[in-house]
T-cell receptor
Framework: EDQVTQSPEALRLQEGESSSLNCSYT??????LFWYRQDPGKGPEFLFT???AGEEKEKERLKATLTKKESFLHITAPKPEDSATYLC????????????FGQGTRLTINP | DVKVTQSSRYLVKRTGEKVFLECVQD?????MFWYRQDPGLGLRLIYF?????MKEKGDIPEGYSVSREKKERFSLILESASTNQTSMYLC???WGGGGYGYTFGSGTRLTVV
């Protein structure tokens, strides 16, 4: 069964304290991996797409990386406005065009 | 930018009522999806559609139906609302094979009392 697991479920950091969020997947075939940010009471907002192992994407304080079994979202010197839930999703080669989502990591940055 | 509009941000309905959740997109995206999101369970796919009048069941279709009469509009119908359908409902669109990810609406927080 195709599965996406995110860890940790929740993470509290002090402002400026860098860390990483993990997304591991066991799927039959990966077409792409997506990271989204979701603020409370709102829909997810697209951050990155990664297509192949070794690929990296950056946006401000965030950097996403991809290996054959997992992806990391690195956050460098975070600010309180980076507080949100971060969702990982995989697009499979076979089957429908749907995405399979992880459960998310709730990130809180304390000032 | 694609805009995905969900008709209501918050909705309160009574048990047994028939509930319609509407989603409209302003681009020519073929694919539309309905998810529900619950704490600890993540996003779960209810139904999706690849084209007008086409629909496919997702992972949790029981108690729901959908309608897609026009390409830009995808409706989720709760035939007889129950308290366990209290949730955040998210509509999303994509184009082509979906390899460019989804664009989400802002969500509808539905409470069934």
């Amino acid at each position: 069964e195709d599965q996406v697991t995110q860890s940790p479920e929740a993470l509290r950091l002090q402002e400026g304290e860098s860390s990483s969020l993990n997304c591991s997947y066991t799927v039959s075939g990966l077409r792409g991996l997506f990271w989204y940010r979701q603020d409370p009471g709102k829909g997810p907002e697209f951050l990155f797409t990664l297509y192949s192992a070794g690929e990296e994407k950056e946006k401000e304080r965030l950097k996403a990386t991809l290996t054959k079994k997992e992806s990391f979202l690195h956050i460098t010197a975070p600010k309180p406005e980076d507080s949100a839930t971060y969702l990982c999703a995989v697009h499979l080669i076979q089957g429908a065009q749907k995405l399979v989502f992880g459960q998310g990591t709730r990130l809180t940055i304390n000032p | 930018d694609v805009k995905v509009t969900q008709s209501s941000r918050y909705l309160v309905k009574r048990t047994g009522e028939k509930v319609f959740l509407e989603c409209v997109q302003d681009m020519d995206h073929e694919n539309m999806f309905w998810y529900r999101q619950d704490p600890g369970l993540g996003l779960r796919l209810i139904y999706f559609s690849y084209d007008v009048k086409m629909k496919e069941k997702g992972d949790i279709p029981e108690g729901y139906s959908v309608s897609r009469e026009k390409k830009e509009r995808f409706s989720l119908i709760l035939e007889s609302a129950s308290t366990n359908q209290t949730s955040m409902y998210l509509c999303a669109t994509s184009w082509g094979g979906g390899g460019y990810g989804y664009t989400f609406g802002s969500g509808t927080r539905l409470t069934v009392v």
